[in-house]
């Protein structure tokens, strides 16, 4: 099975320019976790919820001020549509994603998460081995 076949297509992105507070509100309509940073269609980046409350809201940074660069991962990970579902899955796997935005062209055309892997009877191994390789224990600093 191939990333096309599985693959959000209808997908919202931001502009590096754009404010974490717009970021949020996105976030929060689209019920997402994640959202791609583009320069036109370009993906440029992407921010996920934890990096507004790690690298925004955990400093007291002005959401409506700060910019999305500031705190989005640059040159992010990225598919394509024709990949084949277990090579999407491994690269997630071995890059501790969850989502993986999905280009074609140099231009994003949607993105595929660990949740649409996961609703594959077929793929639900390949979705459970990601996550498990993603989730790695850690110890928190006290």
């Known amino acids: ?3 096309k076949d ?3 297509k209808c997908i919202v992105s931001l502009n590096a320019e754009d404010n974490v507070e717009r970021a949020a509100q996105l976030m929060r309509k689209h019920n997402v976790g994640s959202i791609p940073v583009c320069n036109g269609d370009k993906v440029i980046g992407i921010v996920t919820d934890r990096d507004i409350a790690i690298r925004s809201a955990a400093d007291g940074e002005n959401s409506k001020k700060q910019p999305i660069r500031e705190i989005m991962s640059s040159n992010p990970v990225t ?3 024709d990949m084949d579902i277990q090579d999407a899955s491994r690269v997630m796997s071995e890059r501790q994603i969850r989502r993986l935005p999905i280009v074609e062209s140099n231009n994003l055309v949607g993105i ?3 949740g649409d892997i996961a609703i594959e009877p077929n793929l639900q191994h390949q979705a459970e ?4 390789n993603i989730s790695e224990h850690t ?3 006290i």
């Not at 081995?129 to 498990?132: K, R």
């Open 1 to 3: 099975m191939k990333v």
């Open 6 to 8: 599985v693959m959000t």
């Open 79 to 81: 598919g394509n549509p």
């Open 112 to 114: 595929i998460s660990l």
């Open 129 to 132: 081995q990601a996550l498990s």
């Open 139 to 141: 110890t928190p600093e």
